[in-house]
């Protein structure tokens, strides 16, 4: 099975179930249904859970028990977009090629939406965790390194560092937090969540979390990049954004070229770090190899 063969069967996996965990209970909560449902159908590479399902696999895990998960963490990133594309953050019009989620829904429900879509990936987590009682400490690990790299040690964090230091001088330490934090760490818990399941070694551990980490970065730097270089009709929202609201990106610090060679060297480092799992992590490798060449 090709590359593109495997990454489509996992991203059909979670786009069939992740809509079956957001129903309305009430006629009245229809609009707050819909307005999550917008988000969460409005595209996207679903590379956090794709990466979680990954781990689960490349550990020989069962991906129905981790399935619910992946979806629940799709759900949390959905959720940061929501409030990322607000006009007290970003003042976002597009998001993936189509109006942002406030633009349809008003400030107040897209507000809601990403609410109940971070409470309710924990009931997701939460519930999914009681059918597996032998491994109940397992899945509560992984709850926990999932609501750590969401909050205030993780994205949220990232996001605060991000917005304080839009108009600062440059500055390489910040800007490594923010992208670390405010990007990396769900990237890394994700793997991180999906290995946890089947306890693994120290060393397996270790492995796996370096791996994420250096793909986190990598990623965000290519996200920055994009802003700069990247097409409308592709990334589906205005490129240079980020020049706009002063904001501190690897290419403004580092220069366009300088900052392509950053992240190819940490792709290059991640892909080292999954030599111990032989051909059983080809296809994560692949993941890091197309983040290169990715144009949205």
Do not use: W
């Not at 917008?38 to 069962?62: C, F, V």
């Not at 003042?91 to 008003?106: A, E």
């Not at 897209?110 to 109940?136: F, H, P, T, V």
């Not at 990049?225 to 990334?235: A, Q, S």
């Amino acid at each position: 099975m090709t590359f593109k063969e495997q990454y489509s069967k996992k991203l059909n996996m979670v786009n069939n179930k992740i809509n079956l965990f957001i129903e309305a209970d009430a006629h009245y909560s229809d609009i707050l249904i819909d307005a999550m449902k917008y988000s969460l159908n409005a595209g996207g590479k679903r590379l956090r859970p794709i990466l979680l399902l990954s781990a689960h696999e490349l550990l020989d895990g069962n991906l129905d028990e981790s399935l619910p998960i992946a979806c629940a963490l799709e759900m949390i990133h959905t959720y940061s977009l929501i409030h990322d594309d607000l006009p007290a953050m970003d003042n976002d019009d597009f998001r993936r090629g189509k109006p942002t989620n406030h633009r349809i829904y008003g400030e107040a429900v897209a507000i809601l939406a990403g609410d109940a879509l971070l409470n309710r990936s924990y009931e997701i987590m939460i519930q999914n965790s009681i059918a597996y009682q032998m491994k109940l400490p397992y899945h509560t690990a992984a709850i926990q390194i999932i609501a750590k790299a969401a909050g205030m040690h993780g994205m949220i964090g990232g996001q605060v560092a991000d917005i304080e230091y839009q108009a600062n001088d440059l500055d390489d330490d910040a800007i490594r937090y923010i992208h670390t934090h405010k990007t990396g760490a769900l990237i890394t818990a994700s793997l991180m969540a999906g290995a946890i399941l089947e306890n693994p070694n120290q060393t397996t551990l270790n492995s796996i979390k370096t791996y994420g980490e250096k793909l986190g970065l990598a990623f965000q730097i290519t996200d920055d990049i994009l802003d700069v270089v990247g097409d409308l009709r592709l990334i589906g929202k205005q490129p240079g954004s980020d020049l706009v609201q002063q904001k501190l990106t690897y290419p403004k610090i580092y220069g366009l070229e300088n900052s392509q060679k950053m992240a190819k060297n940490l792709v290059d480092e991640a892909i080292s770090y999954l030599d111990i799992f032989g051909s059983k992590a080809d296809f994560l490798k692949d993941i890091a190899n197309h983040m290169l060449e990715r144009q949205c």
